[in-house]
């Protein structure tokens, strides 16, 4: 079965720009092998003109050409309205993770790295195609989830853009881990509204400077399952709600709600804790002073074994957390874009 049988009778079609015509040669061989209609084009600054015509249903962009090149193509297809949903992945020799970090900022969906290998070449553009297939029917359930993070955020006022950072923070994570697509778009998701539930507890409670009393604290401990009611009745939510629910428990099983311990946490639940745990630590809280990052990660690694995993601190404390920090100002739900 061809690629296109996946989704429909569709025969998508896709759009390789490149200076090299030999590459494109060899993209549109191996395109075309699975069904696909390939549109190959040689001149960069040609390329906005025919995507604003043709509307291809997928985008390959080499990044080093002559006149425009593949970032300034790539700004302007996600800059328009009636094109910024198309999928672009960017081919390029580049390796360095500044230029990574640009396509991320300019709106690529995916970065990679030339030799092509073909197996990674055909999964990347099946899986894109896959969700932007999908993506009429989630848009409105996306558009809930976005509203339902920032009003987290209004909410807890003093920690304006927590929601989006931890997101961030634990997609990144979920993909050095070397997830799945429908994986780490489960965390991503998880991740925004892990704090959703904090919708139903006082303000008084959330912004109090003081230790919380017994009661005071028992019913902070409701916000996971707050979260996960709130969220049940929204199907793209489904296999996000764990992470939700889940988010405070601790490896060693001394969290809330349950109490669960090691590998019965949902994975999800555990890199979102380290992603939660570092943003808190990094930004401070009414009655705590933000920690210079280099601290914090001292503390994941102290508190590996008890609180979190220590495998994910490992993979967590490797990321670019500064880079992401930024990114995270200019980019939300990457998956669904």
Same mark, same amino acid.
């Given at each position: 079965?061809?690629? $296109?049988? +996946? ?16 590459? /494109? ?60 949903? $198309? ?6 020799? +580049? ?16 970065? +990679? ?15 894109? /195609?896959?969700? =932007? ?21 209004? =909410?807890? $006022? ?12 634990? $997609? ?33 409670? /959330? ?113 670019? +957390? ?16």
């Amino acid at each position: 079965m061809n690629s $296109t049988n +996946l989704f429909s009778e569709q025969k998508y079609k896709i759009l390789a720009v490149d200076d090299n015509e030999n590459n /494109l040669k060899i993209l549109k061989m191996i395109l075309e092998k699975e069904g696909y209609f390939v549109e190959t084009l040689e001149d960069g600054t040609r390329a906005i003109s025919l995507i604003n015509e043709s509307r291809p249903d997928l985008i390959l962009l080499d990044v080093l050409m002559p006149g425009i090149n593949g970032f300034e193509i790539c700004r302007e297809v996600k800059e328009n309205e009636n094109t910024k949903r $198309t999928p672009i992945i960017i081919i390029s020799a +580049l390796n360095q993770l500044d230029d990574k970090l640009k396509g991320i900022e300019l709106g690529a969906d995916e970065f +990679l790295t030339k030799p092509i290998n073909k197996r990674e070449l055909l999964t990347r553009v099946k899986t894109l /195609l896959k969700f =932007k297939h999908l993506g009429s029917q989630l848009e409105s359930s996306r558009n809930v989830i976005m509203s339902f993070a920032f009003a987290t955020d209004f =909410k807890d $006022t003093f920690r304006k853009g927590h929601s989006k950072r931890v997101g961030m923070y634990a $997609t990144e994570c979920a993909r050095m881990m070397n997830l799945t697509r429908d994986e780490i778009t489960e965390i991503e998701f998880g991740a925004y509204l892990h704090d959703i539930g904090k919708i139903g507890v006082p303000t008084e409670i /959330l912004e109090k400077t003081d230790a919380l009393s017994e009661h005071e604290y028992e019913i902070y401990k409701k916000h996971p399952m707050l979260g996960y009611e709130i969220c049940a009745p929204l199907k793209a939510m489904t296999r996000s709600l764990s992470i939700i629910l889940h988010h405070h428990e601790k490896y060693n099983g001394a969290g809330f709600p349950d109490g669960i311990a090691g590998d019965k946490i949902p994975l999800g639940a555990q890199i979102v804790a380290i992603a939660d745990s570092y943003d808190i630590m990094t930004h401070g809280l009414l009655n705590r002073a933000a920690l210079p990052a280099i601290e914090a990660v001292d503390i994941l690694k102290n508190d590996s074994g008890a609180r979190f995993n220590p495998e994910i601190v490992k993979k967590f404390i490797n990321l670019p +957390l500064q880079d992401i920090e930024r990114l995270s100002s200019v980019k939300m739900f990457s998956s669904m874009q």
